[in-house]
């Protein structure tokens, strides 16, 4: 009875997790770049050579192009194919089960540490509140996975001495082909043998045999990974990759988005790095390699809110261990006692609880449509009225919306950039016309020049709230004309650039674009309850529009989610002096 009830309880968590993560549409802006690569590479049956999506890629080589064009291939094509049967539900489940499978082997790790099943269920549930948050379709869905099993392996054979340890250099051998990241899993090696040399020193006689078989493992795995089309360029590219990523929010670090308030605080995370704290008391106990893990992990997760993941994977079955040596001490000795006393019970409880989440989850994925996120990330009702259009001239876009035009509208149109960024010089420039504010002319119009942009594709608000000053720009323009608005989208059209007809015939006041800015503020303010910049260009657009009421409402409510803001109280004091003088007028 005991046995089945744990077995319940797991299944019925597990079961949850499936399904919440098939409710998860697809979000994430690069998918498209990397299936859009895929159909190449199938329709072709050769990788590209030089890059066929941008107007803005030069024909000169370089590491960066040969990772980015050549390093995702076989993730790409396994993209493809399973969307060329199965469409968006085909990669939904995909991403759901490469997930699920993560978490199950984070679990056997965890199990591995001798504690109970309701411990490492409530260990799991800390990694799964993560993991949601990481679940977009990339190729990184295989790295999370593989290293999940280097992990495991890596484990066993600490444990156990397991021969299984050398399939590693196999699985990094076929990531190196999938996703960059197989570098963490090299990474994560290193670790075990750095520890072991350490050992091994300072207790000479023992512990050869598990140095000797690391060290072949590892250098197994950095010859086997360089079987890639990329080769070594990964080593050469892995120092610059900071001048690509400034400014994206996945690369900042975390605590600095939670303390702004970009990003919602992950308690769960917060709770696992104080249990990883206590390492040091058990230092002894929990062992080298482990501290050593806890250490560079954490510090990876501070730098880079991407490397979350990692460090939870990573985290979860050390603090199994610490829990497991905590209630060896005196003090918890009488609690631990009882707990497994009740465990049958416990279990139970558990079982219901995991069996109400998937009852209650199944009436919306009953409603639940397998599709990509068009309110928040993805512009398809945009993509449809630019493919029905014949418009003169180049596109300047949004750097995240690119992948998605790639997938859309290529060949007949290329884009300015996208989440690939291949060109420096082109990311250079991008930052600074999408930043570019009113008395910038020169530099605006010699990057208009330079591509003969005729058309701009932009969604309105940068990732953490503020109005994008290009689009604030575009507003105030004669020259450029609105034609077309929707709630996530905005495209303008320059006059005199050859598109006439394109012009009397979409051309729209530009107050609509206004309602496209108030849509999708609100939507993510209500999504990001912390966050006060939605709110504050919330205020500003409605006082733009004349609406001082509303906007006086919309910087009230963002002085309660940032009492001490600056721009917040500047607002409300110019409201209330406007108002006084209203009252004046009267």
């Known amino acids: 009875m005991a046995g089945i009830t744990k077995y319940l309880m797991v299944l019925s968590f597990f079961l949850f997790f499936f399904i919440y993560f098939l409710q998860i549409h697809v979000y994430n802006n690069d998918f498209w770049w990397h299936l859009a690569s895929g159909k190449y590479i199938a329709e072709h049956h050769s990788l590209p050579q030089a890059d066929p999506f941008s107007y803005t890629t030069h024909a000169s080589p370089s590491n960066r192009k040969t990772i980015i064009l050549k390093g995702y291939w076989l993730a790409q094509v396994i993209f493809y194919e399973v969307f060329s049967l199965w469409n968006l539900k085909g990669i939904i489940i995909l991403r759901s089960l490469l997930m699920l499978l993560f978490l199950f082997v984070i679990f056997l790790n965890i199990r591995k540490q001798n504690v109970s099943h309701l411990t490492a269920i409530i260990l799991i549930a800390g990694v799964f509140s993560v993991a949601i948050t990481t679940g977009g379709v990339r190729p990184q869905l295989f790295t999370f996975l593989i290293f999940s099993i280097v992990f495991y392996l890596l484990e066993d054979f600490r444990m156990n001495r397991s021969k299984k340890v050398f399939l590693i250099p196999l699985l990094v051998m076929v990531l190196s082909n999938m996703h960059p990241g197989y570098i963490v899993c090299l990474l994560l090696i290193s670790i075990y043998l750095s520890a072991q040399v350490i050992l091994f020193f300072i207790k000479r006689d023992s512990g050869y045999a598990t140095l000797r078989g690391l060290l072949a493992v590892w250098v197994l795995s950095i010859l086997f990974s360089i079987f890639n089309p990329a080769g070594l360029d990964i080593f050469k590219e892995i120092f610059s990759i900071g001048h690509y990523t400034k400014g994206i929010v996945e690369f900042m670090p975390t605590f600095s988005l939670y303390a702004k308030k970009i990003i919602p605080v992950n308690y769960a995370y917060v709770i696992f790095l104080f249990f990883s704290l206590l390492s040091l008391r058990y230092f002894r106990k929990i062992g080298l390699v482990h501290i050593l893990l806890l250490i560079v992990f954490s510090i990876m997760s501070f730098v880079s809110i991407r490397y979350v993941i990692f460090y939870m994977c990573i985290a979860a079955p050390i603090i199994a261990r610490i829990i497991v040596i905590l209630g060896e001490e005196r003090i918890f000795n009488r609690l631990t006692g009882v707990l497994k006393k009740r465990e049958t019970f416990l279990c139970l409880v558990s079982g219901v609880i995991g069996i109400s989440l998937v009852f209650n989850a199944i009436p919306s994925f009953a409603r639940y449509e397998f599709k990509e996120d068009e309110s928040f990330a993805v512009p398809k009702a945009a993509a449809d009225f630019l493919s029905k259009i014949k418009i003169k001239g180049n596109m300047f876009n949004e750097y995240g919306f690119g992948g998605y035009l790639i997938w859309r509208l290529y060949p007949d149109k290329k884009v300015f950039i996208d989440g690939r960024a291949l060109e420096l010089d082109a990311l250079n420039e991008y930052n600074t016309f999408a930043s570019v504010s009113a008395g910038q002319n020169r ?144």
């Open 443 to 586: 530099s605006w119009e010699d990057i208009l020049k330079k591509y003969d942009i005729s058309c701009i594709v932009m969604p309105p608000l940068l990732p953490y709230g503020k109005i994008y000053p290009i689009v604030e720009k575009l507003f105030e323009m004669d020259d450029w004309v609105l034609i077309y608005s929707d709630q996530l989208s905005l495209i303008f059209l320059r006059e005199n650039s050859g598109n006439s007809s394109i012009l009397e015939k979409f051309a729209e006041n530009k107050e609509e674009g206004f309602n496209t800015i108030i849509t999708q503020a609100s939507a993510r303010a209500l999504r990001n309850k912390r966050n006060p910049y939605y709110l504050i260009t919330l205020g500003k657009v409605f006082f733009k529009m004349g609406r001082i009421d509303d906007s006086e409402k919309a910087f009230l409510m963002a002085s309660e989610r940032a009492p001490d803001n600056a721009v917040v109280k500047e607002w409300l004091q110019k409201l209330r002096e406007n108002k006084t003088e209203r009252i004046k007028g009267r």
